[in-house]
């Protein structure tokens, strides 16, 4: 009975670690942590090299994803985060990051899509710089759409918008968990595929 009881202990606590482990994606999706559920649970399983705590400002875990699994778990959290608002908007990695939607302009709804090329800050903040506008024959700037986007779509408090700059940053060090848990972070190279992030423990 006792190595029955261990073995479901063991089993509650892997389940517990898959689950913050997605949350360091949907800090990535322009979302605000508040719908997790265990549907997440069903999307394709990254792979992942877990650190040992030797010291307070240790990771717990590291995850490293693909552009795919990123693009299938932005799909599915946007459907349900964005489910009751007028404006949509679609996030996707590819050789870019792409950020496309509609935007309002004299009554009629514009469609546009801005590409943009992530960078890693020092603090494990990520920040959007625009790279291409696309919005038809519409004499109008990146600053223009990232104002609309500011004042119409549903954006988390931790997402910043520069326009000026033509900038947005995700600043993942203001995001953290219900328990306490943050994110950062640590490498992003869309031509190798390869996103790392890194998730920590409340001090």
């Given amino acids: 009975m006792q190595e029955h009881n261990k073995r479901e202990t063991r089993q509650i606590h892997a389940v517990n670690v898959w689950k913050w482990l997605f949350l360091v ?52 959290y946007l459907k349900h985060y964005l489910k009751n608002d007028a404006l949509k908007y679609q996030i996707s990695l590819s050789d870019t990051a792409i950020l496309s939607g509609q935007f309002k302009f004299l009554g009629a709804k514009i469609p546009f899509t801005l590409s943009m090329d992530p960078f890693v800050l020092e603090n494990g903040d990520v920040q959007l710089k625009a790279k291409k506008l696309a ?27 520069d326009t000026k700059k033509e900038t947005i940053t995700l600043h993942l060090s203001k995001f953290k968990t219900e328990n306490g848990m943050s994110f950062r972070a640590d490498h992003i190279d869309l031509d190798a595929d390869k996103i790392d992030f890194s998730a920590f423990l409340a001090k």
């Fill in 25 to 76: 994606l949907l800090g990535l999706l322009l979302g605000t942590g508040a719908f997790l559920g265990t549907k997440l649970l069903k999307t394709p399983t990254p792979t992942t090299s877990a650190k040992t705590v030797s010291r307070a400002n240790d990771p717990v875990f590291t995850v490293e994803m693909t552009k795919d699994q990123v693009n299938r778990l932005i799909d599915y």
């Fill in 135 to 161: 919005v038809g024959a519409l004499p109008v700037n990146v600053s223009t759409v990232l104002n609309f986007v500011g004042n119409d779509y549903h954006l988390p408090k931790w997402v910043a918008l």
